[in-house]
């Protein structure tokens, strides 16, 4: 299989950029790639190291590097464009056509795209993510009244990352509630989630993937037999058919999967924050 | 001010392309822009009421719109690109030159950004967050030889969304000890912490900002006041410098900026996983 170094250089924290290539080269499986990321290249002195350590892999692999940039300093990416290196930097591609479009010059401003903008905006956000870790595997339902969603499924089926990623992402007060076996013999909604069940969401798991997950919890335990997985799920899921609560399963897809799946399912306005 | 609306628009969960999409705006602060996301466009239908949407908007804004995309499947693409708009896909943009550069083509595989690609990987993301959320607050110290690093600070310094964030996007094991006026008197690491002192990074706030987030959890409290938060603050302050511990304040820099600040500062090797 063929290696690629590739740097992803910004004068910010570099998430974007990173994030962007991680989607780009996704595309290129057959490819290794060996990534380097060198955030916060915000003065002419690390610009220059910046501009060594690029060219000095690109000697030592014997062609140019590749790079991903996000630079609000049009200066600085104007010296990196000097290394020996393909530089793909996504202001440059694309605030060109934008200011086309808009008719406005764009402002360069650092620090837009992570920086804290709008500080009730970013409060809200740790707010929502203080909410999520209170409100983590059923305890304080007396918050529940405040919640924008309530996640439903038994011990380990995702709910935990799940919330924290809709707090951390999107703001939303997220709190979850595990399904346990004194819930199942009523084959309905707990009744401390019945006055809240239009903001419910029930995520569900293939039975050997759970016991995968709880078996590196408590090994050789009850909790993760095959057979306990299973009798919990299939009682997870007749109880939200039953009861009329949206749920998916959670096997196969990530996180952020997951979370928008949820956003869409409950018609909830989405917008995130960083 | 001058407003647009602007579509984020993806066969999958639209997330690259929606942070893509605030980056570049975030440049043009004079224009107030309106964002509507629509994920998971995955079939003909789907791509069909997309375009009458974005049309619906075009005539009654008078202008074309603007879109934003995240495309796999290029038929879709090439469908959204007839609708009443500007269509930035960021495939489009990079794929064709990431081919030349790499000289092999694009799989077009889709789910690959934020997909479960590597099931070790996402294994390890998970397992992070339930290790941050089991190690918050100085909780099971016994966990502490395991973490990839510990955050220290006054309560309520940021550690705890840090943490979850490190988890979340870097995959690392991070543990967050508050630190409390029992701790003040020795002026030094607690001793907990000592065997970990490499690993161990400070946090610190502004103390007017630090008694606003206090009082939003508990109003009129001592635990709130402005003389307490500067005592709190100051002893910590001397703390990590005295017993050499990297530290730097967080009052108007976001989870972003400090997670990779963190990273950054403890030299750990750093690759985001979603």
Redesign the interface.
């Known amino acids: 299989m063929?290696s690629?170094t590739v740097f992803v250089v910004s004068d910010?924290?570099?998430?974007?950029a990173?994030?962007?290539s991680?989607?780009?080269?996704?595309?290129?499986?057959?490819?290794e790639f060996n990534?380097i990321?060198l955030?916060?290249i915000d003065d002419d002195d690390k610009v220059a190291k910046a501009i060594r350590q690029i060219d000095e892999v690109a000697d030592s692999e014997g062609h140019r590097s590749?790079v991903f940039a996000?630079f609000?300093n049009r200066q600085y990416l104007t010296r990196l464009m000097t290394a020996k290196a393909?530089v793909?930097d996504?202001?440059d591609?694309?605030?060109g056509?934008?200011e086309a479009?808009?008719g406005?010059p764009?402002?360069?401003?650092i620090?837009?795209?992570?920086?804290?903008?709008d500080k009730a905006r970013?409060?809200s956000?740790?707010?929502a993510?203080?909410y999520a870790?209170d409100s983590?595997d059923g305890v304080n339902v007396a918050n529940y009244p405040r919640a924008d969603l309530i996640l439903v499924g038994v011990s380990r089926s995702?709910k935990?990352?799940t919330s924290?990623?809709l707090a951390?992402h999107f703001g939303l007060y997220c709190a979850n509630y595990p399904l346990t076996e004194d819930e199942f013999e009523r084959d309905e909604l707990p009744n401390i989630l019945q006055p809240h069940r239009q903001r419910v969401c029930g995520l569900t798991i293939d039975a050997t993937r759970l016991q995968q997950?709880r078996a590196?919890r408590r090994a050789d335990s009850d909790y993760a037999s095959l057979r306990q997985c299973r009798y919990e799920i299939e009682n997870a899921e007749s109880l939200f058919r039953n009861s009329n609560v949206p749920y998916f399963n959670t096997t196969?897809?990530?996180?952020?999967?997951i979370?928008?799946?949820i956003i869409?399912k409950l018609g909830i306005r989405?917008?995130?924050l960083?």
């Open positions: 063929p690629r910010r924290t570099g998430i974007t990173e994030l962007l991680h989607s780009l080269l996704s595309q290129f499986p057959d490819v990534q990321t955030p916060f590749l996000t609000v393909k793909i996504f202001f591609a694309f605030v056509p934008l479009e808009l406005v764009p402002a360069w401003r620090g837009q795209a992570h920086g804290i903008v970013y409060a956000r740790i707010s993510v203080h870790m983590d995702g935990t990352p924290l990623y951390m997950i590196e196969s897809i990530s996180i952020e999967e979370a928008t799946t869409s989405r917008e995130m960083g």
